[in-house]
């Protein structure tokens, strides 16, 4: 049985965690999402429902239905990266000096694109993440942990691999650069 003491007492203790400059509803959507999804587990405890971390490791085929998730949504992008025959077009803007320059600028479905295509890639950086912690728990083993990382990343380099073939890799480095997340976990 696991004590109270490793249970946090509610959302609004969460939220107070995180800091209260944080929109308190969305904080509050967002441990309803990772309730629903398996990754918190939440009890009654004298009247008041609780969250903690959910460490258990991943079934076989749970993950193996992550995966079917990811290769799904990677169709979506490699169809996408078929059918755009751009994702840029160009531009002369007149800086302050008066002088003409040719930058670049996405398209609306180009930057739809790179916008799933950057959620994904942090979905699995994170199930990756998860699976390193459950490592080091001694949740799952570390063959286990390897193989199912090495896929996640093979995953990723073939839409990676995609979309710096076809398109423009200045723009795309931009892009990411311009746009990734800092993932921070406290373990």
């Known amino acids: 049985m696991v004590s109270s003491v490793d249970w ?4 609004t203790a969460i939220w107070r965690g995180i800091g209260i400059r944080f929109n308190k509803k969305d904080i509050f959507d967002r441990i309803d999402y990772l309730e629903d ?5 939440s009890r009654i405890f004298k009247g008041r429902k ?13 993950f193996l239905g992550i995966m079917k998730l990811f ?8 169809n996408e990266i078929e059918r755009l025959p751009t994702i840029s077009y160009g531009i002369y803007i007149v800086n302050e000096s008066g002088y003409e320059q040719w930058e ?6 180009g930057k739809e694109l790179l916008d799933h295509i950057q959620s994904e890639v942090d979905r699995a950086y994170m199930v990756m993440v998860r699976m390193n912690y459950q490592k080091q728990l001694d949740v799952i083993l ?16 073939k839409i990676m691999t995609a979309l710096t073939s076809k398109y423009d890799n200045k723009l795309i480095k931009e892009y990411f650069q311009n746009h990734e997340k800092r993932l921070e976990f406290k373990i």
């Open 8 to 11: 946090c007492e509610s959302k």
């Open 50 to 62: 609780q969250y903690k971390r959910n460490d258990d490791g991943d079934s076989k085929s749970k």
């Open 71 to 78: 290769e799904d949504n990677q169709k979506y992008e490699l």
């Open 104 to 109: 670049t600028e996405l398209t609306n479905d």
């Open 142 to 157: 570390f063959d286990i942990a390897d193989e199912r990382t090495k896929l996640l990343q093979q995953h990723i380099d």
């Open 37 to 41: 999804k398996g990754f918190l587990k």
